[in-house]
Each structure stands twice: as structure tokens, then as C-alpha cells.
Nanobody, 123 residues
Framework: QLQLVESGGGLVQAGNSLQLSCVASGSSFTWYTMSWFRQTPGKEREFVASVSYVGSIAFADSVKGRCRISRDNDKTSVSLEMGGLTPEDTAVYYC?????????????????WGQGTQVTVSS
């Protein structure tokens, strides 16, 4: 079992940057692919970014070029940095984990989830 706890959400102005963090506990973090998803009311959970346990990285087209994902296996954490925020980035952001070498953009492939952190971007 893996427990995930996100932090770093809040209210930010458009154009600014934000860093989200997710700390994992309860299992061997090293062998998990870690991803970030986001969700707005009435919509399905949307893939944002992923980092596999061998260091492969993927981004959604909507954030590519203004987003960075990194993991620290010693601290069992994964971070998401987003710049150039717009109101369209407003969502609850979730950290997710799967014990597989391959990344996936399908939320159904992830058995472990954090509770989510709200990000609100004001115009």
C-alpha cells in the first residue's frame, strides 16, 4: 500500500508559477511511476504529467513547455512546477502512483491517489 499526500495548492494570479508536492509513504517509492492529474467539476480526471521510476517523463499537450516534473526517491516525493498559469489551469490536482515501469495517461491505471489539492488561478 502506498499513501500519497499533496501540498502546495492555492490561489495564484494568471501568469505566475506554482509548485505542487506529493509525499509518499507506506511502500517502496522507488518502484512506482508517479503522475499528476487534475479535475474540474463535471469533467473527467485529466492527465497532466508523469515520471516513471526509470526517469522517463511525459506531459499533456496542454502543459508542455511550461511544466516540470521531478522526483526525489530519497525523500519519496514528486513535484510539479507549472508556469504561465491561466484560469484554465484551475482544478483539483491529484498525485497518483502505479507500480509499473510504463507511464499511463489513463487514471484507471492508477490504484493509489492522494486527496487532491485545489489550484485556483485568477485572471
Amino acid at each position: 500500500q502506498l499513501q500519497l499526500v499533496e501540498s502546495g495548492g492555492g490561489l495564484v494570479q494568471a501568469g505566475n508559477s506554482l509548485q505542487l508536492s506529493c509525499v509518499a509513504s507506506g511502500s517502496s517509492f522507488t518502484w512506482y511511476t508517479m503522475s499528476w492529474f487534475r479535475q474540474t467539476p463535471g469533467k473527467e480526471r485529466e492527465f497532466v504529467a508523469s515520471v516513471s521510476y526509470v526517469g522517463s517523463i511525459a506531459f499533456a499537450d496542454s502543459v508542455k513547455g511550461r511544466c516540470r516534473i521531478s522526483r526525489d526517491n530519497d525523500k519519496t516525493s514528486v513535484s510539479l512546477e507549472m508556469g504561465g498559469l491561466t484560469p484554465e489551469d484551475t482544478a483539483v490536482y491529484y498525485c497518483a502512483a502505479r507500480s509499473h515501469i510504463f507511464m499511463s495517461r489513463d487514471p484507471n491505471d492508477y490504484p493509489y491517489w492522494g486527496q487532491g489539492t485545489q489550484v485556483t488561478v485568477s485572471s
